[in-house]
């Protein structure tokens, strides 16, 4: 148990709709990433949050944001979905280190699929 | 392409033998971590080693880095079919604030 959840555990959406993802950390750990993992592959940086401000960004469009808030929760929203998008989310936090470097406790993820 | 790769790409051992994984990358990094995830869920974070650390260990895991080749490998002795999942290595390159995964060595333990 790494006391980092996130919800919904699965999620089906249609091509452009949109859809906010939810993560709630540990207390104490003021960073937290976000990551998509494909079928197969590794889990790609999103971006990360640290005392409620983005502060690190992968190579995704705009229409990925997230916001952190106060109380270690935090959400990941994309927009105009599309068929790429359907991945497992997964989000991570750490100690209050402003660098998600550091060992980072990975939530159980959400599974999104567009249709 | 990935910053980390692993090596190989899928490993099938019988229990109570022991797995080797390596993984490469590319750029001068601060630390390499080691992760494992069981059928699509949630990584979970197994060692560290940093830039200037040559081996570690934790229970029956073996981490070497050998930063001159750019390269690390895992060792899981004495395997156990609960070892059976996905392992990811993942870098934290000089300079950036992220971890960058491996696409992983998918293992199995056949009992």
């Known amino acids: 148990e790494t006391g980092v959840t996130q919800s919904p555990t699965h999620l089906i959406k249609t091509r452009g709709q949109q859809v906010t993802l939810r993560c709630s950390s540990q207390?104490?750990?003021?960073?937290v990433s976000w990551y998509q993992q494909a079928l197969g592959q590794g889990p790609q940086f999103i971006f990360q949050?640290?005392?409620?401000?983005?502060?690190g960004r992968g190579n995704f469009p705009p229409r990925f944001s997230g916001l952190q808030f106060p109380n270690y929760s935090s959400e990941l929203n994309v927009n105009a979905l599309e068929l790429d998008d359907s991945a497992l989310y997964l989000c991570?936090?750490?100690?209050?280190?402003?660098?998600?470097?550091?060992?980072?406790?990975f939530g159980p993820g959400t599974r999104l699929t567009v249709l | 392409s990935q910053q980390g790769e692993e090596d190989p790409q899928a490993l099938s051992i019988q229990e109570g033998e022991n797995a080797t994984m390596n993984c490469s990358y590319k750029t001068s990094i601060n630390n390499l971590q080691w992760y494992r995830q069981n059928s699509g869920r949630g990584l979970v974070h197994l060692i560290l080693?940093?830039?200037?650390?040559r081996e570690k260990h934790s229970g029956r895991l073996r981490v070497t880095l050998d930063t001159s080749k750019k390269s690390s490998s895992l060792l899981i002795t004495a395997s156990r079919a609960a070892d059976t999942a996905s392992y990811f290595c993942?870098?934290?390159?000089?300079?950036?604030?992220?971890?960058?995964f491996g696409q992983g060595t998918r293992l199995t333990i056949n009992p």
């Open positions: 207390s104490g750990h003021n960073t």
């Open positions: 993942a870098t934290a390159i000089q300079g950036a604030q992220k971890l960058v």
């Open positions: 080693i940093r830039s200037n650390e």
């Open positions: 991570a936090s750490t100690l209050d280190t402003g660098s998600s470097t550091d060992t980072q406790y």
């Open positions: 949050y640290y005392r409620e401000e983005e502060n």
